[in-house]
C-alpha cells in the first residue's frame, strides 16, 4: 500500500502543480480503518480532474488513469476555496 500511495500522492500533487497553479498544496492523508487509507491533495483550484485517454506518442495524460487502477476508490470533493482530489487505498494479502 505504501509504494502505491507514494505513487499516487506524486501524481495528484503533478496534477496540482501542473494544472491548479497556486502557490498552496495540501497532503492529507486519513486512516479509515485496519486496511484502509485515504489520500487526499488540496488546492485552490475549483476544476475537477478528468481522466482522458492519452495518445500513444503522448508523454503525459495516463496519471489519472493508473490512480483510478491502483485506487479501491477515488473522487473529487468540491470546497468553497477550492477542491480535494481522493484516493482511497486497500490493503492486500
Known amino acids: 500500500m505504501a509504494e ?3 505513487l499516487i500522492v506524486s501524481e495528484l ?3 496540482a502543480v501542473q494544472h491548479a497553479r497556486r502557490e498552496s498544496i495540501r497532503v492529507v492523508i486519513d486512516r479509515l ?4 487509507v ?3 491533495v488540496a488546492d485552490f483550484s ?4 478528468v481522466k482522458r485517454e ?3 506518442d503522448e508523454e503525459g495524460g495516463r496519471g489519472l ?3 483510478a487502477a491502483l485506487a479501491a476508490d477515488w473522487g473529487t470533493d468540491e470546497r468553497r476555496w ?3 482530489v481522493w484516493v482511497d487505498l486497500e490493503g492486500r494479502g
Open 4 to 6: 502505491d500511495g507514494a
Open 13 to 15: 500533487v503533478a496534477n
Open 33 to 36: 480503518g485496519a486496511a484502509r
Open 38 to 40: 485515504r489520500v487526499g
Open 46 to 49: 475549483r476544476a475537477r480532474p
Open 54 to 56: 492519452a495518445d500513444d
Open 65 to 67: 488513469r493508473l490512480v
Open 82 to 84: 477550492g477542491k480535494i
